[in-house]
């Protein structure tokens, strides 16, 4: 995309010196105060209008050139970086099929304060799309081992990847199945001492539906980005355009029995197209040596690394939430139970951060509104920056704590 948008400058300035049809003065378009693209022709043709062409053309060139060689020096020295994730799982508490629950509550990991007082174990529940490692994604940006530290149990579901019978999983077969009986399990550690549950994107949906359901198991919510209207924000796609998505990727996914990863970072990238050839071309100006370069590189490596999406749980998503917008309407079913946020009687904690692309502050705002209790918090980071960023710890992993302490008392 970055290159097609690059190299047609020099064609696009060709053309429009030689009348193309939208600079045309006799076009009627040009003269249409609505048609923002034709006047901004207009007035560019009348800023280049008295420069030398050989010279405008070979800045133009140069320009195109300086471009392509950042984002390529940016995607090479990303291919080329010795960081690996080479940071150990804790063990396996519980496993069904693909999905595992591990338990960071060991003595390496936990507080040993004289005195600390037992804290809540919480049941932490990312996206089924993206790996779960981005909530432990190394010694210093691991927000399951930080809490651990800090005294609390965490267990971080692991969704791994779908597989026979689990590509005909849908959203109720992860929540009523796999998350119920992972939470049956924490309760069984835990004496019955209900734990918090915290769900991480579309996690935090799955967890909702969840902490309707077992309400009696549960001491609390904490959603982190959690998207509910799917229609809200400046990101939001037209009607015309999901529809396109719908029937473009549920077809492929009934044939293969899921979403294949290279679609879904295909749609991902139509939020913000250009956001992938920023943060390269960023990537190349960093020493690789440096901190930065590689806490770059440990997260991108996790976006590179997702998992395909089962095909009835891929349905739901795009036709359900982002084309019909059940979750907002009121309608959205888990096991033929409407998720009404608004019956629900728990302490709530919704942190929405400024800056998110992915789930615009609008989608998860707007759960906040249905809420009966909740507290909100709103980080000044972005979707992933809020877990794993150079402020996390100050902006969400301190409040969060912060929250789940005075939930404990």
Not at 86 to 111: I, M, N, T, V, Y
Not at 214 to 220: L, P, T
Not at 259 to 277: G, H, I, R
């Amino acid at each position: 995309m970055a290159c097609t948008t690059w190299t047609s400058s020099s064609a696009g300035l060709t053309l429009l010196k030689n009348g193309w049809p939208l600079s045309n003065p006799n076009n009627p378009a040009s003269g249409n105060p609505e048609n923002g693209q034709a006047l901004g022709i207009e007035t560019l043709l009348s800023q280049i209008e008295g420069l030398e062409g050989d010279d405008f053309n070979k800045a133009l060139t140069q320009e195109v050139s300086a471009r392509l060689r950042a984002l390529l020096d940016g995607i090479q020295s990303y291919r080329s970086h010795p960081y690996r994730r080479d940071l150990e799982d804790p063990p396996s508490a519980w496993q069904e099929g693909s999905a595992r629950l591990l338990d960071f509550g060991l003595a390496k990991h936990r507080s040993k304060r004289p005195g600390a007082k037992s804290k809540p174990a919480v049941l932490v529940v990312p996206s089924l799309i993206n790996r779960s490692y981005v909530l432990d994604l190394s010694e210093k940006r691991s927000l399951c081992r930080w809490l651990a530290g800090q005294g609390f149990r965490p267990f971080l579901m692991d969704w791994g990847a779908p597989n026979g019978t689990e590509q005909r999983f849908g959203l109720s077969d992860y929540t009523c199945g796999y998350l119920e009986r992972a939470l049956d399990h924490v309760l069984s550690v835990t004496a019955g001492r209900p734990p918090v549950l915290l769900g991480y994107c579309m996690g935090g949906l799955l967890t909702l539906a969840l902490a309707q359901r077992r309400a009696e198991d549960v001491s609390g919510l904490a959603l982190l980005a959690t998207p509910w209207d799917f229609h809200a924000g400046e990101n939001a796609l037209p009607d015309g355009q999901l529809a396109a998505v719908s029937s473009s990727c549920l077809p492929l996914a009934s044939r293969l029995g899921y979403l294949p990863v290279d679609t879904l970072q295909s749609l991902f990238a139509l939020l913000d197209p250009m956001a992938v050839t920023r943060k390269f071309v960023g990537f190349s100006k960093l020493d690789p040596d440096s901190q930065s370069a590689r806490e770059f590189v440990a997260v991108e490596d996790w976006i590179n690394d997702g998992v395909p999406l089962a095909a009835p749980v891929a349905g739901e998503c795009l036709e359900g939430w982002y084309r019909r917008n059940l979750t907002a309407r009121g309608e959205w079913e888990i096991d033929g139970e409407k998720v009404r946020p608004e019956h629900l009687d728990l302490p709530c904690l919704a942190i929405v951060p400024a800056q998110d692309r992915i789930v615009p502050p609008g989608s998860a705002l707007a759960l906040c509104k249905a809420l009966r209790s909740v507290e909100l918090l709103r980080p000044r980071s972005g979707h992933v920056g809020m877990v794993v960023g150079q402020q996390a710890r100050e902006d969400t992993w301190q409040p969060l704590a912060a929250w789940l302490s005075a939930l404990a008392t």
